[in-house]
């Protein structure tokens, strides 16, 4: 072999080295991307499902106070009854973003009647949903952020090249469609 | 085959392996940049358990570290020192202690045992036979670990006091007179940092007192010899059950910083240690009682812990730029391999 075979050899092993890192890392990179969303989904779906659960306890402790206020009792309700994991993201979103304001609707109220402040566990339930919601909303953040970034990832070279070989197609973001935010009308449904 | 043939033939052969080395290098930080840049950053008051990236100010825990070259409070250094044109270190000591990091939302703790820091030097200069040592040289003479914080006595006495040099400055003072290159990285409370890691319950960690402390001097348990050594040691029923048995004073909380919590045993002729006040006591006590639910960064086996110096956009930045140096790397090994078959076949036409 002469030396000027040789060094195109190694020229072309080195490109191909260098190549072949890139590829691999990107698919590496793409695929925890992939599982870093889902991961912030799962952590969404807990604080939801934790809401969720507190919420008749909530309801209970105020309806027999606040007798007059059964429009907001029902809101939340109806908000609550409307919750289903299975759904698409979007539809998740328009629901979580409804049972948010029915909550806040509610708290709202629950701020008129002086009398619930004497009730501990109203204030405690109180607390706790304020902490659930705070968490929720942090963690939406989070998933749309890690979302951005697998969207990004995969519309940039070299993962560009890659997409259609690995069928990589855009996340969903936890927000609600247009068409979604009418929902939920579902009918009101014991708690 | 000699003269200015074999020189570029040498050049060239060492310009290929120094390519290939940057070019490792650079792959490396490609990985790592995309590590940080793909990972969302957590809120500290809704981090979930799991692989998390948080970005906050550091806030010290219990204890700080005072920086060899410089004296810093830090909870994290990496001093060197070399001679000029040689290339053993008179000096490469690397200490880490558990520290916090602060956001707008909360605060979390960080065990750096195993940690890959990210940090640039604040300190880098040389001394020479003509001007002597550097300005910002103010080597450490006492403790390396100090209590985060010092009550009023403790400050006045640091002050006022003058301390002997140490060991490794008596080593330099009679060290031959050749010129020495002094660097020192640190992270400091109230630097901005980003830290990747696997948020766990702090009752997951295995050994919390361990993993709170990362010390180049001293041999981590799980270093096969050293484990080797403890379980034969185990065997023989050589080890004590009772840790002021085995350690003595050393066992005394707030001993190790001057400040325990009951009297030591010291010899008569000891000067004695002020005792711990009832607040410094409380916090001395306060030490590892986090709950066990509470979530805490540390590495893990699948999930290493990377510290890095400033915001995440800065972190990530620093290792792409360590990928395009490797990429000039991949260029300068081409073009000194393409040197090297030229200067062989001249070599080998002549």
């Known amino acids: ?191 | 085959v000699d003269g200015p043939i074999a020189q570029v033939a040498v050049l060239a052969g060492g310009g290929l392996v120094a390519g290939l080395a940057m070019l490792l290098r650079g792959l490396g930080g490609y990985r790592t940049a995309n590590r940080i840049s793909d990972t969302a950053t957590s809120r500290i008051a809704s981090i979930a358990a799991g692989e998390v990236r948080v970005s906050g100010v550091v806030a010290p825990a219990e204890v700080l570290l005072v920086s060899a070259l410089q004296s810093a409070s830090c909870v994290y250094y990496r001093s060197t020192v070399r001679e000029r044109g040689d290339d053993d270190l008179i000096l490469a000591e690397e200490r880490a202690v558990g520290f916090r990091v602060r956001d707008e939302t909360g605060e979390v703790r960080v065990f750096p045992r195993a940690a890959r820091w990210d940090v640039p030097a604040r300190f880098d200069d040389r001394s020479s036979t003509l001007t002597g040592s550097p300005a910002g040289l103010y080597q450490r003479t006492g403790p390396a670990y100090t209590a985060a914080e010092p009550d009023r006595d403790d400050q006045v006495r640091a002050l006022l006091g003058i301390g002997r040099p140490d060991r490794f400055e008596r080593f330099v003072a009679v060290a031959s007179g050749r010129d020495r290159e002094y660097q020192e990285r640190r992270l400091e409370p109230g630097d901005t940092v980003t830290v990747i890691g696997r948020a766990m319950p702090f009752g997951e960690l295995d050994d919390p007192a361990e993993a709170d402390l990362a010390d180049s001097e001293v041999l981590p348990p799980d270093d096969p010899e050293v484990a080797a050594n403890i379980a034969e040691a185990r065997a023989a029923g050589m080890l004590l059950g009772d840790p002021e048995d085995a350690w003595g004073n050393a066992a005394i909380p707030g001993f190790g910083i001057g400040r325990p919590v009951r009297e030591p045993d010291l010899d008569p002729d000891a000067a004695r240690l002020a005792l711990a006040g009832p607040g410094e006591a409380a916090r001395v006590a306060r030490t590892f009682e986090i709950p066990a639910e509470r979530l805490v960064l540390a590495a893990a086996p699948d999930v290493p812990l990377l510290i890095g110096f400033g915001a995440p956009g800065e972190v990530a930045g620093r290792h792409q730029a360590t990928f395009l140096v490797g990429l000039l790397g991949a260029v300068l090994a081409i073009g000194s391999a393409i040197a090297l078959a030229l200067a062989l076949g001249q070599g080998l036409g002549a």
């Open chain 1, 1 to 191: 072999m002469t030396p000027g075979t040789a060094v195109a050899l190694f020229s072309v092993g080195l490109l191909v080295i260098v190549v072949g890192f890139l590829a691999w890392e990107t698919y590496n990179a793409v695929v925890a991307l992939r599982l870093r969303i889902d991961k912030a989904w799962a952590n969404i779906d807990v604080a939801l499902k934790q809401r969720h659960d507190m919420l008749p306890a909530l309801v209970a402790a105020v309806r027999g106070v606040m007798a007059f206020e059964q429009d907001v009792l029902g809101d939340v309700a109806r908000a609550r009854a409307a919750y289903s994991p299975t759904e698409p993201i979007p539809a998740q979103a328009a629901v979580s973003e409804a049972t948010t304001s029915a909550i806040r609707s509610l708290f709202a109220v629950v701020e008129q009647y002086p009398e619930l402040g004497s009730h501990r566990n109203v204030l405690d339930l109180q607390d706790e949903i304020e902490r659930i919601e705070g968490v929720i909303a942090d963690r939406r953040e989070l998933y749309n952020d890690q979302v951005y970034r697998h969207n990004t990832r995969i519309a940039q070279i070299p993962a560009l090249l890659l997409a259609p070989l690995f069928h990589w197609r855009p996340r969903e973001f936890f927000a609600a469609r247009p068409e979604e935010l009418a929902r939920p009308d579902t009918e009101l449904r014991s708690a």
